[in-house]
């Protein structure tokens, strides 16, 4: 049996799509896909989200035609309260996914830099600072290009214009002289 699918009713086409004419979904699919797609969106407000209630509605109709009443109106309203359904679903089962998932994140997470590692930073650092300022400006100066600044020891001793065994010698020197100053504050933190 040849099928007009261009020509036949909506209700014709859903009577064809119950005997797998593939034509009769396709024209189904030409006539109404774009209102179920625009209905879709406006729900979802994303494309791909859309796009599977699309794919979802017109797999739903090619695989339970029957579930179709022309009694109770028309196609278009059929597919479009389909869509609506479907994308509401889909709008509740994200919104939970993203709840479960910030749960989860949140019970799982641990701690790894808590307020105390915090504070003890910050005492750290201002030790640091403490340690450079006692320090002869040419130690003070080779550390901080070297360690602050990111610099090579051949850098350093370009940028201070001096030779590259004065200025290791004077980082060796500083950072001796730094450790002694920081060594008991870090005795203290030893067993973590």
């Known amino acids: ?25 396709a024209e189904v699919y030409r006539r109404h896909a774009g209102a179920v797609f625009g209905l879709a969106k406006r729900v979802l407000w994303d494309s791909a989200m ?3 209630v699309v794919q979802e509605v017109f797999l739903r109709l ?5 579930r179709f009443d022309p009694e109770r109106g028309t196609l278009r309203s059929f ?3 389909q869509a609506h359904g479907k994308a509401v679903d889909q709008l509740r089962s994200e919104s939970s996914r993203r709840g479960r998932e910030a749960r989860d994140a949140g019970s799982s997470a ?15 650092a201002e030790q640091v600072r403490d340690a450079l300022v006692e320090l002869p400006d040419d130690q003070r100066r080779a550390i901080e290009l070297a360690y ?14 001096q030779p590259e065994g004065t200025v290791k010698s004077r980082i060796r020197a500083g950072l001796v002289r730094m450790h002694s100053h920081l060594a008991p504050a870090l005795g203290a933190r030893g067993d973590e």
């Open 62 to 66: 090619w695989s339970a035609p029957e």
């Open 110 to 124: 641990t701690a790894g830099y808590d307020v105390e590692h915090e504070v003890f930073d910050l005492a750290v």
């Open 148 to 161: 602050f600044g990111g610099h090579s020891y051949r850098e350093v001793a370009t940028l201070l214009g």
């Open 50 to 52: 859309a796009e599977e």
């Open 79 to 81: 597919l479009l309260a």
């Open 1 to 25: 049996m040849r099928l007009d699918a261009q020509g036949a009713s909506d209700a014709n086409l859903v009577m064809a799509i119950a005997r797998y004419h593939e034509e009769a979904l």
